[in-house]
C-alpha cells in the first residue's frame, strides 16, 4: 500500500510565500513523474507543476517564475515552492505521484489535499 502525506499549506498574504511538502511511503518499487495539482470548488482538478525522475520540469502559465517544484529522490519527497502568491492562487492543492509498486504494476495515487488561502 502506498500513501502520499502533503503538508505545508496555510494562510498567507498575498505576495507572501509558503512550502508544501509531499511524502510518498509504502510499497514503492520506484517513483517515475510527481506533480503538484490544485482544485477550487466547482471547478476541476488543474496540472500546477510536474518533475520527471530525471529532474525535467513544467509548469502552468499563470504560476511559471513564481512556483518552483522539485524533488528529494531518496525520501520520496516533491516539494512546491511558492512565491509571489496571488488571491487566485488559492485552492486546495493534491500532490500526485506515479508510482511502481511491482516490476509489473504501476499506478497514480494521490494525497489528501492541502488548503492554501492568499487573503488580499
Known amino acids: 500500500q502506498v500513501q502520499l502525506v502533503e503538508s505545508g499549506g496555510g494562510l498567507v498574504q498575498a505576495g507572501g510565500s509558503l512550502r508544501l511538502s509531499c511524502a510518498a511511503s509504502g510499497s514503492i518499487f520506484s517513483i517515475n513523474t510527481m506533480a503538484w495539482y490544485r482544485q477550487v470548488p466547482g471547478k476541476q482538478r488543474d496540472l500546477v507543476a510536474d518533475i520527471t525522475r530525471g529532474g525535467t520540469t513544467n509548469y502552468a502559465d499563470s504560476v511559471k517564475g513564481r512556483f518552483t517544484i522539485s524533488r528529494d529522490g531518496p525520501k520520496n519527497t516533491v516539494y512546491l515552492q511558492m512565491n509571489s502568491l496571488k488571491p487566485e492562487d488559492t485552492a486546495v492543492y493534491y500532490c500526485?505521484?506515479?508510482?511502481?509498486?511491482?516490476?509489473?504494476?504501476?499506478?497514480?495515487?494521490w494525497g489528501q489535499g492541502t488548503q492554501v488561502t492568499v487573503s488580499s
Open positions: 500526485n505521484a506515479n508510482i511502481r509498486t511491482t516490476v509489473f504494476r504501476t499506478d497514480d495515487y
